[in-house]
Nanobody
Framework: QVQLVESGGGLVQTGGSLRLSCAAS????????VGWFRQAPGKEREFVSG????????NYADSVKGRFTISRDNTKNTVYLQMNSLKLEDAAVYYC???????????????WGQGTQVTVSS
């Protein structure tokens, strides 16, 4: 069993930065891939970025490539999402989730956090 808690969301101006954290409990967390997803009002949940269990492999949605960076520290059971050059369209509730393998399909993620709100103002 893995429990996930996101933090680091907030209000930021366009062009600003935020770092989201996903803290996990459970001794098997280091064996899971972790993905970040986001959901804006009236829209479907979409994949943002993912990282495999070791941190060696990552992937990103085209909309965030070059602006967002995912990383993990398995000694701290934490995954991070550094978000730079934020745009209005990045505003959403951000969720982290854990899966057995790195992928971009939310249906394949077994464990989810409660989400953290990211608001971007002009």
């Amino acid at each position: 069993q893995v429990q996930l808690v996101e933090s680091g969301g907030g209000l930021v101006q366009t062009g600003g930065s935020l770092r989201l954290s996903c803290a996990a409990s459970g001794r098997t967390f280091s064996s899971y891939a972790v993905g970040w997803f986001r959901q804006a009002p009236g829209k479907e949940r979409e994949f943002v970025s993912g990282i495999n269990w070791s941190g060696r492999y990552t992937n990103y949605a085209d909309s965030v490539k070059g602006r967002f960076t995912i990383s993990r520290d398995n000694t701290k059971n934490t995954v991070y999402l550094q978000m730079n050059s934020l745009k209005l369209e990045d505003a959403a509730v951000y969720y982290c989730a854990a899966a057995r393998t790195l992928n971009d399909d939310p249906a394949k993620y077994n464990y989810w956090g409660q989400g953290t709100q990211v608001t971007v103002s002009s």
